[in-house]
């Protein structure tokens, strides 16, 4: 079965830095598109960035310039470079997994917490 695992996450002071990651693992023949998404408590899950097979990257306006989104097609997985970080990027940080264009069925990771805070 397919797991999406993501890690990373952790409290930093506004201006930090952080690192996340997310490894697919499990009969998974292709990924088409990997990607962030977020959900503060009470709010709707938003995209952050996502990335394609052939790179091409889609961020968020919110993120642009401080979030940098990477993947390793060899590992199955994605990275996302969160810097200049502020308070209101805490959330709940969630891997969505597209296996194809036109996939019928996405993978989402239990997700990882981050928090911004002084």
């Known amino acids: 079965q397919v797991q999406v695992v993501e890690s990373g996450g952790g409290l930093v002071q506004p201006g930090g830095s952080l690192r996340l990651s997310c490894v697919v693992s499990?009969?998974?023949?292709?990924?088409?598109?990997m990607g962030w998404y977020r959900q503060a408590p009470g709010k709707e899950r938003e995209l952050v960035a996502t990335i394609t097979s052939s790179e091409s990257t889609n961020y968020a306006d919110s993120v642009k310039g401080r979030f940098t989104i990477s993947r390793d097609n060899g590992k199955n997985a994605v990275y996302q470079q969160m810097n200049s970080l502020k308070p209101e990027d805490t959330a709940v940080y969630y891997c969505?997994?597209?296996?194809?264009?036109?996939?019928?069925?996405?993978?989402w990771g239990q997700g990882t917490q981050v928090t911004v805070s002084s």
């Open positions: 969505k997994v597209q296996p194809t264009r036109y996939a019928w069925t996405n993978y």
């Open positions: 499990g009969r998974l023949l292709s990924i088409y598109s």
